[in-house]
């Protein structure tokens, strides 16, 4: 301040550009030292060096520049961020699916450095991968005889009918050769890998008699497949595990959701434990729907065929890192995840919830509302979860889901709904905040 004092006369004010700072001064500041521990340094010189081509044509003043910079720089290295579900959606695709419970996420963070995911310190010897992982969820599901873990829940499929089918029939209901989102196609996927699908029945109706018949000397097993996100309704049928297991070949049924045991909101919901009991050989599903975990795929069924699927060669191409054998058993062997959780919420704690909030804003602003929640990611379809909701202005939707951090709700009715049933209550007073800054842009 005093140099600028010392040179400056009246009328005469320096051109600033003469006094564009070095750049190793800038990035000396302390407040971009915190940003180069964030960012790396390469990212935080170059925004130096654009704040500094801006000095020099005059566009920004000197003593400006690490206020720029720091305003510039994103608050980390990972572009994704935490957003705030409001939809009621409880497993939504486009939101990265199920949340990890905080001990999925404390087991992930463990699992980031160096960890015996492959060693015995005992013995210091390699030990069994995932061990860990794989015996809590035989724990969970022991009508298993044995455990498989892949990296997605269409992987445990093609894996499944590669290392069992490759070459020959898979006997497969027509009704259930479905598409399950963003042109994933169950045919597409079985033929990839090399399995002939032979297809029974009609759209709406298979019977048992049409499995029998198709069932020969190069039929691998039939495949069950749950539709997931659609319903048939009127006149129809289907065969159920029990009766494709009186065929007398191996049952493959992909459940998808990885409901594990029987939900009591669920009834519809097919879940392995049962399907399993039903005479199923292999269950395949998905770990990060209705489980609740880490993106994954299981295996789960007859030791003998789930030995012979983990120990196909394309089994390696599907290996599980550590981060999700990590959150896959806390999530198994810890609390409660927030999927489970949601599920159990009641509606009048969700309304009395909405109320709170609605009553913390600008006087006649928002309302509490009764609303609908849904599974989502292919469960339970057509299933309203009774929920709450406070509604707002639709006007307010684009600047909740650009906001910090943003939520998405959804405009229904001419209303903007935010939905509490997937919302933490811990997470009330920064909707509550977000919703003031939404409403009032200019405060900060
Ligand atoms: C979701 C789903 C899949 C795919 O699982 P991903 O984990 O998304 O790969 C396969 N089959 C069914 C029936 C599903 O619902």
Do not use: W
Not at 201 to 209: D, F, I, Q, S
Not at 377 to 390: H, R, T
């Amino acid at each position: 301040m005093s140099e600028r004092g010392a040179e400056t006369e009246p009328g005469a004010r320096p051109d600033p550009r003469r006094r564009t700072p070095r750049t190793d001064v800038v990035l000396g500041d302390p407040r971009l030292q915190a940003a180069t521990d964030r960012l790396g340094r390469a990212r935080v010189k170059g925004a130096v060096a654009e704040a500094l081509g801006r000095v020099r044509d005059g566009a920004l003043d000197p003593d400006d520049v690490v206020d720029h910079v720091v305003a510039a720089l994103p608050a980390s290295a990972s572009s994704l961020r935490s957003v705030i579900n409001a939809t009621g959606v409880v497993v939504h695709t486009n939101l990265g699916r199920a949340p990890l419970s905080s001990a999925a996420v404390d087991a992930v963070v463990t699992a980031a450095g160096h960890t015996d995911v492959e060693l015995d310190l005992l013995t210091g010897r390699r030990g069994p991968r995932g061990r860990g992982a794989l015996a809590a969820l035989a724990a969970a599901v022991p009508d298993a005889g044995a455990v498989h873990v892949v990296n997605n829940g269409a992987a445990a499929l093609a894996l499944t009918a590669c290392a069992l089918g490759a070459g020959r029939e898979v006997v497969v209901a027509r009704g259930e050769l479905v598409e399950i989102g963003d042109g994933f196609r169950i045919p597409e996927l079985l033929e990839s890998v090399g399995v002939r699908l032979h297809e029974v029945g009609t759209t709406n109706r298979v019977h048992p008699a049409d499995y029998e018949a198709a069932i020969g000397a190069r039929t691998a097993f039939v495949l069950k497949v749950h539709p997931s996100n659609f319903r048939v309704e009127g006149f129809t049928s289907s065969v159920p595990v029990e009766g494709l297991a009186a065929l007398g070949v191996p049952v493959v049924a992909d459940i998808g959701s990885g409901l594990l045991a029987p939900h009591p909101r669920l009834p519809d919901e097919p879940d392995a434990a049962s399907t399993l009991r039903a005479g199923a050989s292999v269950v395949t599903a998905s770990g990060d729907k209705l489980l609740g975990g880490p993106q994954c795929g299981l295996v789960l069924g007859d030791a003998t065929l789930v030995g012979q699927v983990r120990r196909f060669p394309l089994a390696r191409a599907m290996r599980v890192d550590k981060l999700t054998l990590a959150a896959l058993e806390a999530t198994l062997a810890g609390p409660v995840p927030p999927v489970t959780a949601a599920l159990e919420q009641r509606q009048d704690d969700l309304l009395r919830r909405a109320r709170r909030i609605a009553e913390a804003l600008d006087p006649g602003l928002a309302e509490a509302v009764e609303s609908a929640g849904a599974v989502g990611g292919g469960g339970a379809p057509g299933l309203a979860l009774p929920s709450a909701a406070v509604a707002l202005p639709p006007l307010l939707a684009d600047g909740l889901r650009t906001g910090v951090p943003p939520v998405m709700g959804y405009v229904t009715d001419g209303r903007l709904l935010l939905d509490l049933l997937t919302v933490p209550e811990s997470r009330d007073a920064d909707l509550v905040d977000a919703v003031r800054r939404a409403t009032h842009p200019g405060r900060g």
